[in-house]
């Protein structure tokens, strides 16, 4: 048998032994240590014979003998120069292939550590966190001096600043929370290379290499050193090891799970790893250790990070420390406690205070100290009423109210001090919209309440206007604060919660019944607004007759703001703020003014006939006498109406407009109405890949219809290339005529559409519909999991069930869909209840054959 065959032969024995051994499986260390150590091995073994003058050794997670099963197998060559070198080189890379051994290299030779140096920083990590494998140890020790005779202050400061951009880079790909639902095991905040960053930093500050030849892995290697050299508190210690275990456990089962090397750790993967690791059908309880365990390797790598910048920069004189009180001290940015003790809840958020108020940070003393009180106390804190007075002192800082209640959660303070919040600590909904836990959801919607602060907006004006915040601050807090305990109505239950809380931190009566009204109503706003049609009199009327008073509404608009966007980094839109701004202003003019929703619409109606030179055009007057629902005028602009008359009286069968409203194309169709003609464009717009987010259906007394699309393309999410919009004509005008057969059409594109569905749409959720009375109309509202084409499915088989829709709201949440239809049975009526039922399961239906 041929030696390379044999070779690789043994060696994927070897390998299948430990990939497949389930006891190593749950032994993250030491998998990756065996595997690593197994491919040294055989890459040694391989090359016993072969004489070099050169350096073979192993790079990232192979030097760090960490390596996951499907991980580069990353090799350095290093020469004192290539010439005459490249045969052999050439010749080890493809007898490493030969033999199974798929390894990715570089090559460097001495000249590159000051090339790099000057040119690419980032290129240069690779060259400190290198282990020997074969060929001259000479070299390699030669190799190693040189790179550290470089290491000058200066460098070292270079490098940090690398590392803290090259992070923030990564963070804004990768996500910035150690609390994403779908995080980057390796690369979002919280992540592997979280610690990596640590561990560089300080090789570079000590100029060691962790890279010796003891069975152990180089963060355990690592982690031994902070321990033994008193570096790092114990406690700390224990915490990162047991923390990197766990993440580096799950990257390897990931990898043996997909078979092939991924970081991304989605959904159904962290269904079936929980059942791994033996959690059952518990798995929220383990992803809720998996977020803890990134959050504490995050929050210690930007402490550690904070840490080497400051002893690698000119100290600060003792000078300049300030005696805050008689317990804390800050100097250069850091508070610090004078005498270790344990501190009590209210000495904690004394501190916390002093943090906000001065933009300060902790040192990692005092910082170790506020996790080990907050995570060993067994007293209640909530009740200490001196800790109240710290905690809303907090609620009423000018600044860096987030940023501070972002960090007690982090250090487990908040949780502490609010029993009640800390069930939200960690909590998610998988398959729904939000990217985020629910306490981080919370928080960054907070930081993004405060971020309005000085901003010339509507919501700028409004935040900014407010003399008292804690108010609003208190609301975004608990706006979700019972939804650990049932997400089908938590508002109504977390108004319950938000006043328990309240009274015993002391608020009055008033404030408390305020945050109540806002925590029960911080869906309702949202809904309105984009499930609603806002031109519809009676939807005003009853949207305003919830608040008892301006003030309300201006909070409730603020909370809804920040509710949205924080869930994720593409649900807040500029569409999106329109069309709530609109809604809060109509409702604050009718509260200013005492207007009904029927005066408030009337008005406009009233400015166009109002207008002279319009009332004397005989068609332009006709046309307004002719239209069933005066939404239409506050749709369209007057230029546009103008165009719709010319169109209708030259006595085209179909017309076709459109215009570019970012982040929408706005298409608009002019055509006499027939049966199912909702459904026919609802159909031609998706065979040409475009995804629908609104549509308004205006009829004439005479039949004409004027039918309104805010659409998107499904694979950029942009507006339309103008460059398709003939072709999108000669579909829509084939769909008017009855000439497109819109079912062979969605045949034929099935297994494109596959590819796309595959790639845009991975979570799951539940078909629900619902049906409300409104005053006119059924409204039908249908959730559903998204796919192409959906819009067209629905619509059709609402008019094969002699069903009209006037009114069409398309919503988008993630993956989901949430579509409103105002609606009116064949004869022009509103659905009678008992036909709900057949609605609903012939609706289902229709869409679980889609899924």
């Known amino acids: 048998m041929d030696e390379k065959i044999k070779i690789k032969e043994e060696f994927f024995v070897e390998k299948d032994r430990i990939f497949n051994n389930p006891d190593l499986q749950k032994k993250a260390y030491k998998f990756s240590l065996e595997f690593s150590m197994l491919v040294e091995d055989f890459i040694v073994r391989i090359l016993n014979k072969k004489k070099i003058n050169f350096v073979i050794a192993s790079v990232g997670s192979f030097s760090r003998r960490e390596l996951s099963p499907y991980s580069d197998i990353d090799i350095m060559f290093i020469l004192d120069s290539v010439k005459g070198n490249e045969d052999d080189i050439r010749s080890i890379v493809t007898y490493l ?95 592997l290379r979280d610690l990596h960053i640590v561990e560089w930093i ?30 790092v508190d114990k406690r700390e210690i224990a915490r990162i090891r047991k923390s990197y275990k766990l993440l580096l456990n799950v990257r390897n089962l990931l990898h043996l799970l997909k078979k092939h090397k991924t970081d991304r750790f989605e959904f159904t993967d962290q269904e079936t790893i929980s059942e791994l690791l033996g959690y059952g059908g518990a798995w929220h309880d383990f992803m809720k250790k998996y977020f803890k365990s990134a959050n504490i390797i995050n929050r210690f790598s930007k402490t550690m990070i904070i840490r080497f910048n400051e002893e690698l920069s000119d100290p600060i004189s003792d000078h300049f420390a300030i005696d805050l009180d008689e317990d804390f001290v800050i100097k250069g940015g850091a508070l610090s406690i004078k005498e270790n003790s344990n501190l009590t809840i209210s000495e904690i958020l004394r501190a916390f205070y002093y943090r906000g108020v001065n933009d300060a940070r902790f040192d990692e003393n005092l910082r170790s100290l506020i ?32 940023k501070t209640l972002l960090v007690m959660n982090e250090l487990g303070v908040l949780g502490a001090f609010l029993p009640e919040f800390r069930d939200l600590v960690g ?53 979700d604060i019972a939804k650990p ?18 009274e015993r931190l002391g608020y009055e009566e008033e404030e408390i019944h305020l945050v109540q009204f806002l925590v029960k109503n911080h869906l309702v706003m949202e809904q309105i607004a984009f499930r609603r049609n806002i031109n519809d009199p009676s939807t005003l009327d009853n949207f305003i007759s919830i608040f008892p008073s301006l003030k309300a509404l201006n909070l409730l608009y603020l909370l809804t703001f920040a509710d949205l966007s924080a869930v994720n980094n593409v649900v807040w839109t500029q569409w999106k703020n329109d069309q709530l701004y609109e809604l809060y202003r109509k409702a604050k003019q009718m509260l200013v003014e005492t207007l009904s929703g029927e005066e408030l619409l009337f008005e406009k109606t009233r400015e166009v006939i109002a207008d002279a030179e319009l009332r004397n055009d005989e068609d332009y007057m006709e046309h307004v006498e002719s239209m069933n629902d005066i939404g239409y005028f506050h749709h369209f602009s007057e230029e546009e109406i103008n165009q719709h008359i010319d169109r209708i009286n030259k006595g085209d069968s179909i017309s076709i407009f459109f215009k570019e409203e970012d982040p929408f194309t706005n298409i608009t169709i002019i055509t006499k109405d027939t049966p199912s003609l909702l459904s026919k464009l609802c159909g031609a717009l998706s065979i040409n890949d475009l995804n629908i987010h609104d549509a308004r259906i205006f009829t004439r007394k005479d039949g004409i219809v004027i039918d309104s699309f805010n659409v998107t393309d499904f694979r950029t999410h942009k507006i339309a290339d103008p460059g398709r919009y003939d072709q999108i004509k000669v579909y829509l005008t084939a769909a008017v005529h009855n000439e497109l057969q819109i079912n062979k059409e969605f045949s034929q594109l099935k297994s494109r559409w596959w590819r796309l569905e595959n790639k845009l749409f991975r979570r799951r959720s539940k078909v629900k519909i619902r049906f409300e009375d409104h005053k006119k109309f059924t409204i039908i509202d249908v959730s559903s999991p998204d796919r192409l084409g959906l819009l067209y499915r629905i619509t059709r088989k609402l008019a094969d069930l002699d069903l009209s829709v006037y009114i069409a709201k398309i919503g988008t949440k993630g993956d989901d869909v949430i579509d409103s239809f105002y609606t009116l049975n064949r004869n022009g009526d509103k659905i009678e209840a008992h036909d709900y039922e057949m609605i609903k399961m012939e609706l289902t239906e229709t869409i679980k054959e889609m899924l």
Request: with cysteine; aromatic share 12%.
């Open 371 to 402: 996790i080990f009180n907050a995570e060993n106390s067994e007293d209640d804190y909530s009740a200490e009423t001196e800790s109240s007075v710290f905690f809303r002192e907090i609620l009423k800082l000018p600044q860096c109210v987030a």
């Open 485 to 502: 305990l049932s997400v089908s109505g938590h508002e109504i239950i977390g108004a319950e919660v938000a006043a328990s809380i309240m």
């Open 427 to 479: 909590f998610f909904q998988p398959g729904v919209y939000h990217c985020y836990t629910a306490d981080e959801h919370t928080l960054i919607a907070l930081k993004h309440l405060e971020e309005l602060n000085g901003e010339d907006s509507n919501l700028g004006n409004i935040y900014t206007g407010l003399k008292e915040k804690d108010i609003i601050h208190l609301a975004v807090l608990f706006h």
């Open 202 to 231: 300080y090789s570079l500050k000590h100029n060691i290499l962790f890279t010796d030849q003891n069975e152990i892995s180089q963060t355990e290697h690592f982690l031994n050193i902070l321990e033994q050299d008193a570096v």
């Open 97 to 191: 292939w030969d033999c199974g051994i798929e390894v990715s290299h570089t090559v460097r030779i001495f000249s590159d550590v000051k090339k790099f140096l000057k040119e690419d920083l980032h290129a240069f990590t690779p060259f400190f966190e290198t282990r020997f494998l074969y060929g001259n140890r000479e070299l390699y020790n030669k190799w190693n001096e040189h790179l550290f005779s470089h290491m000058n202050l200066k460098v070292k400061r270079d490098l940090v600043s690398e590392f803290k951009s090259d992070t923030k880079l990564r963070y804004k790909k990768y996500g910035d929370s150690p609390k994403v639902l779908e995080p980057n095991i390796k690369f979002s905040a919280g992540g």
